[in-house]
């Protein structure tokens, strides 16, 4: 491979060969009889699903390890255990996108068809996602049985599952069909559900694999969990805000999540700061595909200045975050936060 420690876009690409030389050992996995259609109906899976996203996730196991090395340069084997770290985070993310587009009957993701959507896949879509999630413990057993943190990058794996999975579900539960009640939705839902369902596996967990890397017990980081969490939480309060306020250009999608009737944080808060009648409005509106319902709803946000509350909650939630991570006892680890805390404040998309 060439030069696996050069710049972040080299990062990129060796990042990307990665996957190749992944790709092709769970191909050729000796625990199952491939035929030529099995293994091509895989490689387009995963091709299709795997590699399509920002990549953020995966390649912040590596940046991470790198900060908690301090500047010594990483070994070439130590860059392809990061990027496999890296690319099973993109694998679960792959995994849940795949049922989630089932799930909500979502038309496109990352610009394309949703994987079920495409011609002749369909339900098998199913079965694609649980592969998926099975390919996570064959790429762990392949690079990482003889290591002494491969339990714990198991036991890592699973509990970010379950937790993912338990958020989806209060998520779904929510806001089933028929169901429709605006009043069940409040800042403390809307932070479990952000919390479960995004927070863990986008922010803690390339945090926690670049610890078990580095030779860290997590049991003794509890502090950088609770501070990655909080950026979770931040960041999708964000997102919320970005979806209706943010330029569809800059973002990439047209934001949906009014017609959804999403517990966005957005609602919550307008539930909290409207009077009367203009929870009258929200209680009507919020919720339908028409556009004049949309409208309305955004209306009444720009007449309550969500704008404001939100660059409020921007600037109070930097500050706590940033108070939190200089209270920590090691430089390494504040750089790894504050790396992560950097990319994502006052983003526009």
């Given at each position: 491979?060439?030069?696996l420690?050069?710049?972040?876009?080299?990062l990129?690409?060796?990042?990307?060969?990665?996957?190749?030389?992944?790709?092709?050992?769970?191909?050729?996995?000796?625990?199952?009889e491939?035929?030529?259609?099995?293994?091509?109906?895989?490689?387009?899976?995963?091709?299709?699903?795997?590699p399509?996203?920002?990549?953020?996730?995966?390649?912040?196991?590596?940046?991470?390890?790198?900060?908690?090395?301090?500047g010594?340069?990483?070994?070439?084997?130590?860059?392809?255990?990061?990027?496999?770290?890296?690319?099973?985070?993109?694998?679960?993310?792959a995994?849940?996108?795949?049922?989630?587009?089932?799930?909500?009957?979502?038309?496109?993701?990352?610009?394309?068809?949703?994987?079920?959507?495409?011609?002749?896949?369909?339900?098998?879509?199913?079965?694609?996602?649980?592969?998926?999630?099975?390919?996570?413990?064959?790429?762990?057993?392949?690079?990482?049985r003889?290591?002494?943190?491969?339990?714990?990058?198991?036991?890592?794996?699973?509990?970010?599952?379950?937790?993912?999975?338990s958020?989806?579900?209060?998520?779904?539960?929510?806001?089933?069909?028929?169901?429709?009640d605006?009043?069940?939705?409040?800042?403390?839902?809307?932070?479990?559900?952000?919390?479960?369902?995004?927070?863990?596996?986008?922010?803690?967990?390339?945090?926690?694999?670049?610890?078990?890397?580095?030779?860290?017990?997590?049991e003794?980081?509890?502090?950088?969990k609770?501070?990655?969490?909080?950026?979770?939480?931040?960041?999708?309060?964000q997102?919320?805000?970005l979806?209706?306020?943010?330029?569809?250009?800059?973002?990439?999608?047209?934001?949906?999540?009014?017609?959804?009737?999403?517990?966005?944080?957005?609602v919550?808060?307008?539930?909290?700061?409207?009077?009367?009648?203009?929870?009258?409005?929200?209680?009507?509106?919020?919720g339908?595909?028409?556009?004049?319902?949309?409208?309305?709803i955004?209306?009444?946000?720009?007449?309550?200045?969500?704008?404001?509350?939100?660059?409020e909650?921007?600037?109070?939630?930097?500050?706590?975050?940033?108070?939190s991570?200089e209270?920590?006892?090691?430089?390494?680890?504040?750089?790894?936060?504050?790396?992560?805390?950097?990319?994502?404040?006052?983003?526009?998309?």
């Amino acid at each position: 491979m060439a030069n696996l420690n050069g710049a972040t876009s080299d990062l990129r690409e060796t990042f990307l060969v990665v996957y190749s030389v992944l790709k092709s050992e769970l191909l050729n996995d000796p625990a199952f009889e491939w035929t030529d259609g099995s293994r091509q109906w895989v490689e387009r899976m995963l091709d299709y699903n795997v590699p399509g996203g920002k990549l953020n996730r995966g390649l912040s196991v590596i940046d991470s390890y790198k900060l908690l090395k301090e500047g010594k340069g990483l070994t070439e084997d130590e860059v392809i255990l990061a990027s496999a770290l890296g690319w099973c985070i993109e694998w679960l993310q792959a995994y849940f996108l795949v049922l989630d587009d089932i799930m909500d009957n979502s038309h496109t993701r990352r610009g394309q068809p949703c994987w079920y959507r495409v011609p002749k896949v369909g339900m098998i879509a199913i079965n694609d996602g649980i592969i998926l999630r099975n390919h996570i413990p064959r790429i762990l057993k392949k690079h990482f049985r003889g290591k002494p943190y491969y339990v714990d990058l198991l036991d890592l794996f699973n509990e970010v599952e379950f937790q993912t999975a338990s958020g989806q579900m209060i998520d779904l539960i929510t806001t089933i069909e028929g169901e429709k009640d605006l009043s069940k939705y409040s800042l403390p839902l809307h932070r479990r559900i952000v919390q479960y369902k995004t927070a863990y596996y986008s922010f803690y967990l390339p945090v926690a694999c670049a610890l078990l890397m580095a030779g860290e017990n997590l049991e003794k980081h509890t502090t950088v969990k609770d501070v990655l969490i909080d950026m979770g939480i931040y960041f999708q309060v964000q997102d919320d805000y970005l979806d209706c306020f943010g330029e569809p250009e800059k973002i990439g999608k047209i934001g949906t999540d009014i017609e959804d009737f999403k517990c966005s944080w957005l609602v919550v808060k307008a539930l909290e700061l409207c009077n009367d009648e203009q929870k009258k409005i929200l209680f009507e509106h919020y919720g339908k595909e028409n556009s004049a319902d949309v409208a309305k709803i955004k209306a009444l946000y720009n007449e309550i200045n969500l704008e404001g509350v939100f660059a409020e909650f921007e600037s109070k939630s930097y500050e706590k975050i940033t108070g939190s991570i200089e209270a920590h006892p090691s430089k390494a680890v504040q750089a790894v936060l504050k790396s992560f805390l950097g990319k994502i404040y006052k983003r526009q998309k």
